[in-house]
């Protein structure tokens, strides 16, 4: 019956949901940290534009983004919580470390969304170059700090409203 049909947003600044009632993790990696902090200035700007209160926002530094998934639960663990959001880079190399890194993370924050219901947000770019993730950071690609803020608003919403 179409007439018991949601009609779908289309989402953007105008119609994102109110953050006033909802609290955050963000846990920011330290590891090529003049991204990651930009990314987390972005993330933090947005949080507190859409309402979220500083005092429902807890900050935790990791030295890598290999830590993050570790470092999440420990904060949703300790805090009442509706999403916490993961920032880190991971610059690929000469290694395969970026592989590792990346995968790990992105297969221990999707396990630990499943296995509580509480939103991790991948706020981790993966990039191939400095610069790509410099494009990221603030550049000509935007801030995906100020993307993850905005999927754990939505994700933290939702989770309040059937989490
Ligand atoms: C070891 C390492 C390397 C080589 N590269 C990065 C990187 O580009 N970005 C990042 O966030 N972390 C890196 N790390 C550190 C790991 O994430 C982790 O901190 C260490 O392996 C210790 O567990």
């Not at 019956?1 to 109110?18: C, G, R």
């Not at 000469?94 to 706020?123: K, R």
């Not at 400095?130 to 700090?145: F, M, P, S, Y």
């Not at 993850?148 to 933290?156: E, F, K």
Request: proline share 3%.
């Amino acid at each position: 019956m179409a007439s018991a049909l949601k009609n779908l947003s289309t989402y953007d600044e105008t119609n994102i949901p109110d953050a006033t009632e909802l609290k955050f993790g963000v846990v920011v990696a330290d590891w090529n940290k003049d991204i990651t902090h930009a990314l987390y200035e972005g993330c933090l700007e947005t949080l507190t534009k859409h309402g979220a209160l500083t005092d429902n926002i807890h900050v935790i530094q990791v030295p890598g983004t290999f830590e993050l998934p570790a470092a999440a639960r420990m904060i949703a663990t300790r805090e009442t919580l509706d999403a916490v959001i993961c920032i880190g880079c991971v610059i690929k190399g000469e290694t395969q470390h970026d592989e590792y890194i990346n995968n790990s993370v992105a297969q221990g924050l999707v396990n630990l969304s499943i296995a509580t219901g509480l939103p991790y947000i991948f706020g981790v770019l993966t990039p191939n170059t400095h610069q790509q993730a410099v494009d990221r950071a603030g550049g000509e690609h935007g801030n995906k700090g100020v993307e993850a803020a905005v999927t754990g608003i939505r994700m933290g919403s939702l989770y309040k409203e059937y989490g």
